[in-house]
């Protein structure tokens, strides 16, 4: 399964809003309607389940022997 399919929702629009948007934490907080310390919080989440599924392959694929 995807990593951004594992996200909730929220981690998901989140994420996208902050990665590719450059929404603020601030508006961010606003539009869900949480605090800016859930907004990081949410945002975290959604990188370790990326680092989650990178973690553990990706350094196979350097393997030179």
């Known amino acids: 399964m995807c990593a951004l399919h594992r996200m909730t929702p929220r981690q998901r629009a989140i994420f996208w809003a902050v990665r590719l948007d450059g929404t603020s934490y601030d508006d961010l907080a606003l539009r869900h309607g949480i605090g800016i310390g859930d907004v990081e919080?949410?945002?975290?989440?959604a990188l370790?389940?990326?680092c989650r599924a990178v973690q553990g392959s990706w350094w196979k694929r350097l393997r030179l022997w």
């Open 41 to 45: 919080a949410e945002f975290a989440a």
């Open 48 to 50: 370790r389940q990326l």
